[in-house]
């Protein structure tokens, strides 16, 4: 195997068979993978696109080598001591010329739907790891306490009810076509996919939290832009209704309510969806 040298992809020493096991002699990157730094939780969302555009530069110089990776998830993203995203684990890499895709199985909750051959033989291609990198962002994007059931009972992918409220429209798309179930229809390239992100950036990061200095808090989220502008927002239950508030803070400068964006609504699910709307108009534009 040999993959050359990237920013975005861990250096292998040498590769070896070793009493009937196969032995991938690594770098060693200490402060682990971004599943350990996420467990379940969402990314912050231009955490999130930054480190799948990462990805996407690792996976485009292993595509460029000739190989395909076929493991592509969080816990094969790792990072260094400056928090550079580097692809690892190569054990399922194969030849991009190998008509059934390698030995070995790929990670399964990962597969694309063309994948699957015969119940025992799967044909992977590249348009299989832009699949494995766009359900990677969907994944980080989403929480996998949002994700998991929906790959643990073969849902619709991506499902519309597991975006995070304050995920943009433009990401949203970029991802999905990353997903589309037609592999002719789907994005063609880890180059591609990068680019596509690259034009989603997010102008505030929103995140969610738990509002603990307010009881009646039933949806909270912070965000932050480029600037130092400080965003919060939240759903909050009084006696009779729900109601949708949103703040922001200028550098310097105090706490002011965007009293332009509250709403008052009869039920939560109408105040979530109001204030889906406004969350992504914030994260898309800045305000």
């Known amino acids: 195997m040999e993959l050359g040298k990237h920013d975005n992809v ?12 196969p032995i991938i ?7 682990g993978s971004v599943a350990d730094r996420y467990k379940q939780d969402a990314a ?9 555009e990462a990805a996407c530069r690792g996976i ?16 094969n993203l790792l990072l260094d001591r400056t928090h550079i995203v580097k692809v690892s684990d190569f054990g399922l890499a194969c030849e991009k010329v190998e008509p059934e895709g390698g030995s070995g199985f790929p990670y399964f909750p990962h597969l694309p739907p063309e994948s699957i051959k015969d119940g025992t033989r799967t044909v992977t291609t590249v348009q299989g790891d832009v699949y494995a990198l766009g ?6 994007l989403n929480s996998d306490r949002r994700v998991r059931p929906k790959l643990e009972t073969n849902s619709a992918i991506p499902a519309a009810d597991a975006w995070m409220p304050y995920i943009h429209r433009s990401l949203r ?29 997010p102008q505030v990061n929103w995140r969610s939290f738990t509002n603990n200095n307010h009881s009646n808090s039933r949806h909270a989220w912070q965000g932050s832009a480029l600037d130092g502008t400080e965003w919060r927002a939240e759903v909050s239950r009084r006696s009779t ?3 949708f508030t949103v703040e922001r803070c200028l550098p310097a400068k105090a706490w ?15 105040a979530l969806r109001y204030g889906a709307t406004v969350l992504q108009r914030i994260a898309g534009q800045g305000g």
């Open 10 to 21: 861990v250096s292998v020493f040498s590769t070896d068979v070793e009493n009937g096991t």
């Open 25 to 31: 002699r690594m770098e060693y990157l200490e402060d």
């Open 44 to 52: 912050p969302v231009r955490d999130a696109v930054l480190i799948v």
């Open 60 to 75: 485009a110089h292993i595509h460029t080598v000739g190989l395909l990776h076929r493991d592509i998830k969080p816990a």
């Open 135 to 140: 359900l990677t962002a969907y994944r980080l």
């Open 173 to 201: 798309t970029a991802v999905s076509k990353a997903l589309h179930p037609d592999p002719a229809k789907r994005i063609q390239s880890a180059s591609d996919f990068r680019h596509a992100l690259e034009k989603t950036r």
């Open 241 to 243: 209704d729900f109601q």
């Open 256 to 270: 002011r309510a965007q009293n332009n964006d509250k709403q008052t609504f009869q039920t939560e699910a109408a």
